[in-house]
């Protein structure tokens, strides 16, 4: 086997020597993180050092300096990115949902081409909103009505009902209370099928996931 | 058929000069900082005019289709920087996106005003296609200024929901959904307004015009439906093509909305 079939039967994330700066600020340099399909990896790091900006990276909202960036073993570039986004779900951690009421925003992504082959689930969101302790009564509210936890879940409930494969969850759980925050991270626990990359400063987190990697100050780094 | 207006003597418009040393007089007397500023503006004004009435009347004189349309390329030209300025973006090429934008947002309206609604077998009559058009490419530059800024602006500033759309497998044109609905808004706003009050607050420009000209007011009515409808319909054409075609240059190929194209 070649290595990119490799990547692809083992490794949902690899990412290569990334540089990333900023004109004269430099997030990281060199860092390099591989994450095999189905592993929870927690993302941990000091503020400033970079743990959202390379979240950012793996969507191809920000363009590195140097290094590649392969997802399902494929390197992310300015034509796969459009292919590859839909492999992944991302939630941060002040989602901005839209405006308009929680459902017609729930609802809203399936109205999309790329998602024209997916179809809405009804009882599977509700499904969701009961784990996530959510309240049905929710649906019919305008999204301005909802405090940041509420938002945090109905945009997780969102890219899962997507049917993605790789979670990549920047401080998606900081608004939430313990018996919440509890509920999502036993979901993403009982999932092996999800590949979960979870940025958090809350280090109570790793006690679900297979392990931990510190984004370092900015010299020479792998993590792998 | 119209009869000409009352020409206005050079001297008797001294009594219009004269009229501006009332205001001139409570600039001066409250301090207001303003003096120079206006003094400039009526200077500018009134040399400006002189220089397009004396080009227009040769150009309507020779009323060669040609040069009423190199005329109104000239206007659109104007009008293209003017947006460019106004907006405050750093466009480079995208500067030919808005004037092709301009130029069918005009041409559209205008053509079928001219040649549609007034039968005029020549449409590049210069008496006609000039000023008309001028009205029309007046309110597109302004309408396109908010449209476009509105755009670029709301992207910008609503930067997370954008990117949120486009993780969730929205295409550019899908994700900047919102952020069009909320420009075109903003743009067409005025006009719509103008329209619903037309009439009852004051006497439109170009019905004021007609009936300067010597026509009764009913046939004013129908110049000033017409001039109406024409730069609605105008205004939308530009700001959604506009939009649309600069576009096409102000993304990475990643969707994401290039930071160079703001001044600021």
Known sequence: MDNAATNRADNAIVIDKLTLEYGTQVLFRGFSLTVPAGQKVLLVGSSGSG???????????????????????????????????????????????????????IQLPFTYHANIHLKYDPSGQARLFEQFRLSAALLDKDISELSGGEKQRVALVISLLLGRSIYLLDEATSALDAEAKTAVLDYFRQRPDLTVLMVSHDTAIAAITDRTVTMPAVTAQEAV | MMNAADAIHPLALTAGYLMLLIPLAIIHWYRVPMLGQTISSVLRMTIQLILVGLYLQVVF???????????????????????????????????????????????????????????????????????????????????????????????????????LALSQGATIAEAVRPHLRESIYQALTPTVATMANIGIVSLPGMMTGVIIGGNDPLTAIGYQIAIMLSIFTGTAITVFLAILLSARSAFTPYGILKQAIFKS
């Open chain 2, 61 to 163: 004189r020779l009323n060669n289709p040609w040069l009423n349309m190199a005329w109104l390329l000239v206007m659109i030209t104007v009008a293209d920087l003017s947006i460019l300025k106004g907006a405050q973006f750093r466009f480079g090429r995208l500067a030919a996106w808005l004037f092709a934008a301009l130029l069918v947002g005009t041409a559209i309206p205008l053509f079928i005003f001219v040649g549609v609604i007034l039968t005029r077998p020549e449409i590049l009559d210069a008496r006609y296609v000039i000023p008309i058009g001028g009205m029309i490419l007046g309110n597109c530059l302004r309408a396109d200024i908010i449209g476009i800024r509105t755009f670029y602006q709301s992207i910008r500033t609503g930067q997370k929901a954008y990117e």
């Open chain 1, 51 to 105: 743990k959202s900006s390379l979240v950012r990276c793996l969507l191809g909202f920000v363009t590195p300096q140097e290094g590649t960036i392969a997802i399902d073993g494929t390197i992310l570039d300015g034509k796969t990115v459009w292919s590859l986004r839909r492999k992944i779900g991302y939630v941060s951690q002040e989602p901005q949902l839209g405006t308009g009421k929680v459902k017609d925003l």
